[in-house]
């Protein structure tokens, strides 16, 4: 089967990114930008908040090693998609829970995994699904963030508990 793409947002895009670098099949990892109305913004526009973009990465998937389901049970466990516009400290509409989405099939996916783990959540997730019309890397700075800066303390205080999260709920999933 080809290679299909996923479009998340969970707050700051290096703590996804550094949680999806390490799931079987997930073969590219790009953080950047979606959801907004300014063409190609900057890390500093869309920080502002008057892009309306959210911080996402985007994954290019192999569903015959990682299913599109899978990847959104990762996405509901690692970040708290019942906090309006934050999560943690990082505060505005760029750090949104925000799925975006690919295709009707994706769509469909998505709200079935957010009836799935309203439960969890205590019915209160906030989830945009919305589908994706444009994505922008962000700049090479941003990418491949945890790995290259692991002893910054942003990445050992928030990144690595998500890390840690995907080995302690999904270990089976974990690239070798």
């Not at 063409?39 to 994954?59: F, I, K, N």
Request: aromatic letters at 12%; hydrophobic letters at 35%; proline letters at 5%.
């Amino acid at each position: 089967m080809a290679q299909e793409q996923a479009t998340l947002g969970g707050g700051c895009f290096w703590c996804l990114e550094a949680v999806y670098q390490r799931v079987k099949g997930v073969e590219r990892v790009v953080s950047g930008y979606a959801g907004g109305h300014t063409p190609d913004p900057s890390y500093r526009d869309v920080c502002s908040g008057a892009t309306g973009h959210a911080e996402v990465v985007q994954l290019t998937f192999d569903p015959d090693v990682v299913s599109y389901a899978d990847l959104l049970r990762v996405f509901f466990t690692i970040h708290d998609p019942t906090q309006l516009n934050r999560q943690g400290n990082d505060v505005g509409t760029q750090y949104r829970s925000a799925i975006f989405t690919h295709s009707s099939e994706q769509e469909s996916a998505a709200q079935e995994a957010i009836a799935e783990f309203a439960s969890v959540w205590g019915g209160r997730i906030v989830t945009q699904v919305a589908p994706l019309t444009t994505f922008y890397p962000a700049e090479d700075y941003h990418q491949n963030y945890f790995d290259d800066n692991p002893y910054q303390p942003y990445c050992q205080v928030i990144i690595e508990p998500k890390v840690a999260k995907l080995r302690a709920h999904f270990l089976q999933m974990l690239k070798a």
